[in-house]
């Protein structure tokens, strides 16, 4: 469990179905794993032209069945937001809709742009007025600055501006275009619903709406969607699959498929992969932290033979977590979210599969609950490599000094989490899991395929 | 009771006051006749910086106690809105917060600008964009594409840009700004409260929260307020004092003061006046729609020495009427905003006060009501002249369609309205209760002292 | 302003009324100033037997239309609850709904039983076991216990058990029952609602749904209302007319019709006599405690010839007053809702008239409000006698030891409400307004027509 | 997932420990998988008395940080409903309070007695009311209207009324009574917590709050918890361990301990013994129902040596399902709740564990869904036997007519069901997993270990 990764976003979008609103709203509960502060829906109607509505809070909190029963739109975007630092968050909830001179249009945005503080400054300069704190507004404010006269122009226009990481969903009145950008550095899937189409961050989600998949967007790709059906255009030369491999390691759902592996067999072969990296190690039972290292924990199991076991459960029912006066009250907040098995743990050497390791204060926590719960020894294997470098793509990885493995060595490592043994999938290994020349391993390697403009993140 | 006569919002704003984001949720409190669609409250302060919080509602129901408990700011504004056409309308809800390269401020907005329009057109053409679908925004717009160096030319230059109706207030970190079109349309005062000051569109706001009234924001004025106490500023040379009579005949709390003549005095005076316009008119009693025409109503009988008695009354727990499939049902939601009192009525010729009349159809209930419980004849005097042309100033009478007065003769209205008189107060003696060559009658006799430049409008 | 005088609650039933919990809801809304605390309404269906909803808070608030849509019921019950003291209130909100043996019936009460502490008393001794704090219950205890056979056998003989003032409506499956102690202290009265009927507790909500009024329900009268009609039976042999005569000065909404007499009618005439008692007084307006003293002062006005004016006005948008931690804050929120015309009182002779004086602490901040905006004097009249003797009959007047009247001579009450004169209505004058041998009054002489038997109250 | 299984509740209490209701509160929250539709905490503290808090809902949406701010109880019992059917539910809600004459107390119960009726009946007759239509208010009334005169004797006399299965919560002001009736069917056991003690129906509730668990409460023992300690009574002489068998199999959380055997042991011991029956039965992967099947599916894979996967996964976001108008969108709200990993399942042989059937739609379904993703066959193995007989102690399971082992054959099953195989656990292999003579297991079996009166439920 990664103590402090969050992702930005997910996004969902329709076109040509019959109460597409509803069924953005289920597309987007199935996303809901990627952003849980806020979520929205903007649906277009012919009579009732655009409609909006957005707000901080899960999907299933913020809409209400009435709010569908009315709602005639045929095409429809939608996203989900994670947690950002900060006040005046509402303003940051997307869609965002925009009513201009000759145009009216929605955007979704997942990714980070790396440049969005360049342009933003000029921008600003020249008398631009942001409404949102997030970069995702940048794209349309150069639309609307655009010298282009076709639409299809001044969206590729725009587009070769901005850098970074980014599935971007536009809905027009008659038209939504789905982007990605030029390295995939976010993925985001086509399918088919009845007569019409869905986009979404993951295709877990087409298995929620009974959508059925189509293709991946490509990277640099423009995909239009209109009543012509699926048109595809390019608004870079040289591009490059290098989807993140964090959807893999632990943001995705373990059902979606990206560029066509799935996400739990990818954790599977992880695991089995860690496994193999030493083998025999004298464990006497494989645990994984709950929920998204269970499956790397099950493909460890099977390639060191040693027995797969449950041994620490999440939850399901989300509490509250009251602030509370003193320590003792904290601390059963926390032991509300995560339990253990007691006679499973106990007198056994336990090999605890993580699937990564940021701040390592989560994994401090789980061996001290594991040992107090009578575990003789806990052996913490890493089913992804250390992570030493930032994330300027999307993900919440604040600064290097935050960052275990980029400033303690494995045993001081060892002797802060209060484990047995800590070891790392190679990032070789990690890379066989990939295509040749695939895939971005940004905050493992340092190497990062988009352009980065702020580099002081790191310091 | 001007049956859909609604006015554009309240403002109120408070500097270097203790607690000011609570004392302007009272002061907004006062200010919930002037826009019950939403609201909102910004406050600054040097540690948390800008807090806004803003939502559909009313003052009451948006806020909650918890909310002022940690806020700490001292300098704050906040907004009234009233309601709105037209869908995505929580996008105006105000104060708009801006937070552009070098300058951070909000602004709350009372009034209407005529040539919104044309900037917004222009500014759209050259890549701006707008949130809000209300014209308020466009002087942030302005501001941030001045040429000018200072913040005070700033302003200035561009309040030189916008005609029509306006009271302004901008909170920057360390200033507030109180702003009143040259025509003074909108009335805005000035109060005293403890060592700050605070601002509000009616000076009953200061009444409620304790605050000493000092003096009217001055047309073409704009009052600086910051630690040096208050300044004056003029971006206009050629002012005039043309508040709105509206303000005067429906908008405003009978407690205020405007030009330091207060509303339920004015009231009286009007009602005076009706009744001398036509001597020794043989009712039985004078009753005045309530609230708003009971000042008028009492003037009406002094004049007339016709015994004033109460005869409607207006619920004051305002339930929620559902959405009702019949007929009968439709009607008890109606019936539950206003009663009448059979035994005052019942055999008695019936003066009715009204403060104006717009549409008619509120009248044309209210008479059919008197009627239905026993009322011999209902003669219905109204204390205002015929509303004969839109409004361009930011109330919202839609257009000539749906003017009664403008589209009927006084027989027809009798015969609509199903009354058996009718009759209006003059102009002329409409313009007796004014300074000579002051307020503004523009929905009365066409005269519009701002430029307009809608001129579809009434069509 | 009766400052702590609340009525305990108001009743409204249906029988044989499509949409019946709807009628119901619109007849509570306009019942809503009788109690304020809680509401509930039980509806029966053959197809889905008995409902109930209920809760804390105002009709408005706790109803949504959705609680309507798809209630079928033709029979209903319904409750507004006035304050009460005391934690878990809760368990007190009616209707009160009884599942036996062999019958389901629910109960709404309004009035105060004076026996109900010991004859709960026994009951508990004997093991039974009540639900509420409230004597309402008590009826529901007594019937399941009656020796009769028959319904109407078992309902007389526990209303021969019980003292007190109450007005019971009972519904079971096929029957509802409206009741009225033999004294008449709490009202209740039929009306007609298409091809069924309405009971109330003020004919203004007959008004509101727009029910025709029948009769009153006489004292010591059971209403027996099913698919026959109505059925007329006496519980008692020996009734007297004795309303309430606080539901004329306080209670009641002016459009109501009490005993066929308006309780408009009778305050204006209370004023009239007021002001007869003391001829030429030289003040020079008149002006009412707002709402319920206004018709008083009209009253006060047309014998007095001295003018009537409003100078009082509350707030109708009723806001939080959130606790404060500083004393200006605090009394920003009193400030909030009661405002003073200043140009009305200033300088002048105030002839202040008040429905009631209680603890004269309201007296004493509307005094001191109009001194504070310039009344020259004030001199306070009421428009009743002085309150000396606690209530047993359902009116919230706690002990005498908050009663002014009974503790204070008229000159120490004008010392404590800080005013210039004070005089009372005497009590012939009060009971000129009644029919001979007719009204209870009992706060101000101390003659109670009712058994009580709790006598540790007036202590 | 046994598709209509619902168990009847979870209790907890605390004595002696600062800021009871919180802790209360996170032992609820724990105990949530109990009873999802209301909940309650009713706490005890000398100055403000008795305080009740309870509705519908799940424990962290009707619970606030502010309800235990300022709530001092030491002393509290708290309730988690489940479902039942019918209308008027919030009578049910607990804990119950009662204050009769000299007593106060509270009461919280988890169980079903069997004689509730003929109690009821009778009690009825003698003109007690009942207020909630449950069983569980029944003790309160037998203890006020015992004849014994100290409080243990009459709870002594009390129980030895009722028949069935329960763990009963009583909080007097001074005073904890744990109670389990003398089969022991529920689970009720005990905890120390600092200096005072906590009670729950499960141990995982000791694990989230902190408390460490002492012993179970014994069958047909009375715990009193006071000042002095824990006090044991009993009220019954022959009492037997016979916990429920579902608690094991489907009820209690993985981490509980029930009689000292942990369940998530238990299931994985179930799952071996099923896999034993059959030898060598040809499946290529072992997967479970999420989330009660998985240790049994675990206990299978290792038993068999087939691998056990994760093929289907709960979604963790309990979406709202709207009511939807058509089949296309009710299929989407039943998705969004389970999903397949197609790249798991796809060509397999799926050996599907699941902990019981009741009605079999839910197998039904989910061998649909699985064969629909590519399964070859799907292979149904059931850790417990068929469900012949239905539940009188307090599990939810309807009639003969809706268990599907009642009314067909193994091949009329596997037909409905639509799987390849299927086969349960033998009743002998679940006898294996109790101390011999002990376990409840009335509904694979008929025999009843507590006397049942309604024989009538099973037709």
């Known amino acids: 469990m990664g103590d402090v990764i969050k992702e930005k976003c997910g996004v969902f979008g329709c076109f040509n179905i019959e109460n597409a609103p509803l069924i953005n709203y289920y597309g987007l509960h199935a996303l809901q794993h990627r952003g849980q502060e806020g979520c929205g829906i903007l649906g277009y109607d012919k009579l009732e032209n655009f409609i909006l509505k957005k707000g901080m809070g899960l999907v299933s909190e913020k809409f209400k069945s009435t709010d569908f029963k009315n709602w005639k739109a045929k095409n429809s975007i939608g996203h989900v937001l994670y947690s950002t630092t900060g006040g005046s968050i509402e303003c940051n909830v997307q869609p965002f809709y925009f009513n201009i001179k000759d145009d009216k249009f929605g955007l979704v945005h997942n990714g980070n742009l790396t440049n969005a503080h360049i342009i933003k400054d000029k921008m600003e300069s020249e008398g631009s007025i942001f409404q949102a704190t997030s970069d995702s507004e940048i794209l349309a404010h150069l639309y609307t600055k655009s010298k282009e006269t076709q639409r299809l122009d001044k969206i590729k226009s725009s587009l070769n501006v901005i850098s970074g990481a980014f599935a971007f969903l536009l809905l027009f009145e008659d038209e939504l275009y789905a982007i990605r950008d030029r390295n995939g550095l976010r993925p985001l899937s086509i399918g088919k619903f009845n007569n019409g189409y869905v986009v979404a961050s993951e295709t877990y989600a087409f298995d929620v709406t009974g959508a059925t998949y189509i293709r991946d967007v490509n990277p640099g790709e423009i995909v239009k969607i209109s009543n012509k059906g699926l048109e595809s255009f390019y608004f870079s030369k040289n591009n490059f699959n290098n989807v993140c491999s964090m959807e893999y390691i632990y943001f995705s759902h373990p059902s979606s498929n990206i560029n066509n592996i799935n996400v739990h067999n990818f954790r599977v072969e992880s695991g089995k992969l860690l496994a193999a990296q030493e083998n025999n190690y004298p464990g006497d039972i494989v645990i994984g932290v709950p929920d998204s290292s269970t499956s790397s924990a099950l493909g460890y199991s099977k390639q060191s033979k040693l027995p797969f076991d449950i041994g620490l459960i999440k939850n399901k029912y989300s509490g509250r977590t009251f602030i509370q006066p003193t320590k003792e009250l904290r601390e059963i907040g926390v032991r509300n979210k995560l339990s253990v098995i007691k006679d499973v743990v106990k007198d056994k050497r336990v090999i605890l599969i993580d699937d990564s390791i940021v701040r390592g204060t989560t994994s401090k926590y789980i061996v001290k609950l594991l040992k107090n719960n009578g575990a003789k020894e806990v052996h913490v294997r890493v089913a992804s490599p250390p992570i030493k470098y930032p994330s300027y793509y999307g993900i919440d990885i604040s600064t290097y000094k935050e960052l275990i493995a980029a400033n303690m060595t494995i045993n001081q ?42 580099l002081n993140k790191g310091e």
Chains 1, 2, 3, 4 share one sequence.
Request: with cysteine.
């Open 413 to 454: 490592m060892i002797e802060y989490i209060g484990c047995d043994s800590l070891s790392f999938l190679s990032i070789d290994n990690l890379k066989k899991l990939f295509a040749p020349n695939q895939g971005c391993f940004d905050i493992f390697t340092g190497e990062y395929p988009a352009d980065i403009y702020d």
